[in-house]
């Protein structure tokens, strides 16, 4: 089965700049995943979608950074303007439903922002 | 709130040695408990979990007990291998799924 997949890998952006990155979850995984994980520091939740609907947005940064997964599927998540404390890696994760509380992880967007 | 912490890094050992990572938990309820690993240019994995008090989730050689009365959830190895060199992660879920992390460790493991 096929893992998530996550593009681009890297990216390098200049403040102020906007960026995107893309997740396409397991197949069938109802629920999916945004995190932010700064050097050093374990991934902090960013965004959870239930198929297209929203769960929990409490730890986005909604000024800047938004998500979103239309038809239940593959998801996007974009930073508009990007700022230093942007740079990590943004992972995306994938569960069977809301109710299964093991999570697949794709393998991350590096970000940096210079 | 719910919170992990996790023993310091990074760590250096010698192939064969005995592996622990100490990980305590801080949550209200009866939270699972996962180990996550992450390979260099990989993705996390899940390595083992437990969901209730005194579950011991074990995988590839590696075994975590869950202990309610210690909030903890300490990893162990037995004979650790080159192939083991990772960051490992330690983390919880409370009833609503939402995955808490602590902040990592580097474990080297030299030939």
């Known amino acids: 089965e096929a893992g998530v997949a996550q593009s681009p890998r890297y990216k390098i952006i200049e403040k102020r700049q906007s960026v995107a990155f893309w997740c396409n979850p397991i197949?069938?995984?109802?629920?999916l995943y945004w995190y932010q994980q700064i050097l050093g520091q374990g991934p902090k939740l960013l965004i959870q979608f239930q198929n297209n609907g929203v769960v929990d947005d409490s730890q986005l940064p909604k000024d800047r950074f938004s998500a979103e997964r239309l038809k239940g599927v593959d998801s996007t998540l974009k930073i508009q303007p990007a700022k230093l404390e942007d740079s990590a890696v943004y992972l995306c994760?994938?569960?069977?439903?809301?109710?299964?509380?093991?999570?697949?992880f794709g393998p991350g967007t590096r970000l940096t922002v210079l | 709130g719910n919170s992990v912490t996790q023993m310091e890094g990074p760590v250096t050992l010698s192939e064969e040695a005995f592996l622990t990572i100490n990980c305590t938990y801080t949550?209200?309820?009866?939270?699972?408990l996962f180990w996550y690993v992450q390979y260099p240019g990989e993705g996390l994995q899940l390595l083992l979990k437990a969901t209730k008090a005194d579950d011991k989730g074990s995988n590839k050689g590696f075994e975590a007990t869950y202990r309610k009365e210690t909030t903890s959830f300490h990893l162990e190895k037995g004979s650790v291998q080159v192939s083991d060199s990772a960051v490992y992660f330690c983390?919880?879920?409370?009833?609503?799924?939402?995955?808490?992390f602590g902040a990592g460790t580097t474990v080297t493991v030299r030939a």
């Open positions: 994760a994938s569960s069977l439903g809301r109710d299964t509380d093991t999570q697949y």
């Open positions: 197949s069938g995984h109802a629920t």
């Open positions: 983390a919880l879920s409370p009833n609503d799924y939402k995955l808490s």
């Open positions: 949550a209200t309820g009866y939270p699972s």
